[in-house]
């Protein structure tokens, strides 16, 4: 069964004509199930066990990528859930894009197609779920990998844990089923006219599990593009935990 969750800010009034295409897009397809109209006042994730409970099997974020993030957070419990996306309202929608989903009603035409693919996840402090990148701006840390070596960057950079794309720097893109995070460390460019962000090349190295720790005081860091939290955290794969409805034109 599937089940429908629209973002809240679905219910503004510019909003009311795409959500009422997509319901009859929807119907016409014959992927039908429960739509739940989210609200600031939902538990989210007493709304999603609530769903799964009742056999809900495929949940839909209809919104933008951080809905999505926030349904996928909360299924640490529920491996081989399978989740889908129908980019709506205002972005960002970089996740979708990377996954080849259509915004809007176009989007309902790829959950039809079904087209299913395994999908690894990340893991904060044995709780929370993420879907693409834990991203550290301008701080010292130390980041240790397998419990086997340390990466200590020798001034403050730009450090990416990266299972699917990065927020910051999009043109690195990496499978999210390798059951591997990527980690980009990217030194702060010259500031000279003619270098851009991108001129000089990060370091890269991968690893299964990653403990990072603050060497510059209090520090944080940025979770699938929205959500903060603080140094240190230790994060770790959970290899093939989702299953994506995806798009023929997916970008890894």
Known sequence: MYHYFFDPSLRHKRFHQDVARVETRI?????KGRFTRLTPLHDLRETVEESLTQGARTLIAVGNDHLLSRIASVLRNHPHCTLGMIPAGVGPFLISHTLGIPESIAACDTLAARRLEAFDAGV????????STIEMHNILCSIECDAKYHLTP??????????????????YCDSPADGLFSIYIHPQAPSSWWRTRNAVEPTHCTAKKITVTPLNGESTATVDGFKIIRLPFTTEILQHHFTFIVGRTRLY
Do not use: R, V, W
Request: negative net charge; aromatic residues 10%; without cysteine.
């Open 154 to 171: 020798l001034s403050a950079s730009h450090t990416t844990i990266q299972n699917l794309i990065s927020f910051q720097y999009p043109d």
């Open 27 to 31: 119907t016409d397809l014959g992927i």
């Open 124 to 131: 904060m402090n044995n709780n929370e779920l993420f879907i």
